[in-house]
Each structure stands twice: as C-alpha cells, then as structure tokens.
C-alpha cells in the first residue's frame, strides 16, 4: 500500500502503484485521466507549516537568505505554498505565495514541454534542423551544422564548447547576431555524443517554437502553458516582471549584511533558457501537469518525452550530485533526471529537476513521480542553501508522515491493551 495512503484519503481509478519506472507512472494517467480527491488532514499541515517555518527562520537568522517562497505538489493538489522573510531588505516588505521571482534556468523546463505541445500539435518534430529555422546559424563543421536538431540543443549535445556565446547573451545580443557568430567554432565532439551546457544555443529551441507557429515567443508560452494552468502571475518581459507590484528584489551580501539589487534584463532576450518570471503560487499549479494531472495541456506520454534521459552527465561534483542516495544523472529536454536509492526501501527512484541562477535570485525544482510528489523553492539571493534545500523538504515530509504512523501504531496499541484489560476486568 502506498504510504501516501495511509496518511491521507483520496480516490482516484487510474492512481499507480510507487514503482521504480517513470513510463509506467505516466503512462498508467494516460487514457481514463479523473483528477484525484485528495484531502489533507489539518494536523499534517499544521506540522508541515511549523516544520517549514522553523527551517528557513534558521536560515533567515543565520543570514542564508532574505527572502524565499515554497511550493509544495502531492498528487493533484497544492499542499503548500507560503513565503518567508522578505522581498526588499529596505522596505522590509514580507514574502508570500504570491511573490513574483525569476527563476534563471528553470526556464529550460518551460521551453522543453513548451517544445513537447508543439510536438504534439505536429507543429515541430524533435528531429527538426535549426538551420531550417535560423538560417543564420552555422558551425565551423559544416557536416555537424546539419545535425544539430531541436532535441539536441535542448539536451545539451550540440557538441560546442562548454557554455558557448553565453557572454553575448547577458550582453544582450539578440539570437539571430548569436547564431550567425557560431560558424567560428570548433565543435568539441560529433553532436548527440556528449553533454555540454548551453545557453545561447539552447535558446535557439525558442526560435524554432516562434517559427513554427509565427508568433513570438512570449504569447506562445502564455497561451500554451500559463493560460491554461491559471499561472496568472508568471510572465516573460522585464517590463512585466517589474510593473508587478508584488516581486522580490535581488539581494547580494555586502559589509556583512544583505542589500537590494537594481533588476537586470539579462537572458529576456533568450526567454527559453531563462527568461521566466514566476511564484510560489504559479509553480504549484505548474508542477500539477509536470506530474501528468493536467493531460488537456500536455499528455503524459508527452511528458514521458520530455523527461526521457539523452545523455549522461558524468562527474560527482555538482551538488546534486551529494543529495542522499545519489545513483547517476543524465539530461533530458530542458531537465535533469536523477536515479537515486530509497534510504528506506533500497528501490530505484527518479528525480526529474532543475536548478536556476540569474540577477542574483537562485530556484530549485524536483518532482519525484514515483511519489507523485512536486517540490519548488524561489530565493531572491545567492545562497548555499539550494544545494540541498530540496532533500531537506523532502525529508521534512518524510520525517512527519513517519511520525504519523508511529502515533497511529502507539494509538491502536493502547487501545489493543485497554480492550484486554477491560476483558480481564470482566473476568474478575
């Protein structure tokens, strides 16, 4: 029985077992999809709120943060979704739910699934050239030029140097100027052999979406993906982001204390690989359909394509690399998809996920299918807390409904021993 079961009660046809295999979980919401009914008793979210108050007013207290927002996802439903500390250091506004940050490479997800409904549409195959589309670009290997495809550049095997052109985005240039200066370099490997991190050519999977629909980038994934989420305060423009009266100020550590930053307008030029705006609030309606609850928008075997592993990243040293458990990763569409061992049970689990950095704002995404489980948290700081902050949520999580079902044994074990020494009262 899934544990889930045990500490809240919902119904639902087509809800799957825990396994090990991400295809089965989606696909078993595949064809008879029934939202679940998921109610959460009260004491959970009591313990979940204090749990998550305590955590981060320690690192409040210990100056790890200013500010932060956390969405949490279980099954169909929103279980949590708060803020903590504060959107600016000097108007000591507090954040909330509804808080609007950047998000940086979290971004990259958006543009994969975003590319996945396309896909579906029949508007783009993940096999299309992006010279078909931008025939400014060009590399120095005129062979490799034809093999670059919309699935190579969104899972980092283009085969180019290591955060290639990045530069010229953050300076501002459009992509059109970026793709034409490709032709001067040398690719490192044969394209779909390794993973290197991009930027500037991964942003060219948004022009290929503008391309193919004619219409800009902005208004496709508004209409495509926050519309229909009811995601009402995301958004992809500066001018939006900062005609929004409730966002946070990025903030960086100077003489001992945190002071707000100006915005910038890096990577609105290269929207797909981190121009999204969002909060706490938008990112728990989103990671809904990224665990296949919302099949109108996206169908999970669509989903299933997107979070499909590519290529390996090697190494040990990226932090995620040091969360418990830790088995292998690889990229997929605009995702990282983790393998790690249950601390518990010793079974296989998947982790799909993403990190995010840009104007000093960090973001953390992991949903957990096999769990049915969706955990997002927004900074408005540089900090070394997002390298773990999704365990420790997680094991937050954990660590409750553990404790729920030693009360509940203590509780049938004292009701056991009452009945028998009523029973041997009677006797006597």
Known sequence: MLLIAVLFSFASADQPDIQNDLHTSLAAKDKKYQ?????????????????????????????????????????????????FGMRNTKEQDRVNRKTVFRIGSVSKGFAGILSGIQVEKGLLNWDDKIIDYVPEFRLANKRFTNEITLEKVLSHTTGLPYHSYTNLVEDGLSLEEIAARFSVIKTLNKPGELYNYQNAVFALSGSLIEKSTNKPYTSIIANDIFKPLGMLTASTTYEDFVNNENIALPHRRMYGSWRPLKINKKYYNAIAAGGVNASAEDMGKYMKMLLGYKPDVISPMGLEEVFKPRVQVGGRRNYYQRWPGYVSSHYALGWRHHTFKDEVSGALKNIIHHGGHVNSYRSEIAVYPEEDLGITVLFNTPTTLARTVIPDIRGIIKAIKSQSQKDEYLEESIVTNNKKLNKQTTLL
């Open 35 to 83: 939202p679940t009914k998921f109610n959460i008793p009260d004491w959970f979210q009591m313990k979940l709120r204090d749990s998550l108050n305590a955590y981060f007013q320690k690192a409040i207290d210990q100056k790890l943060i200013v500010g932060a927002s956390v969405a949490i996802v279980q099954c169909d439903s929103i279980i949590y979704a708060d803020g």
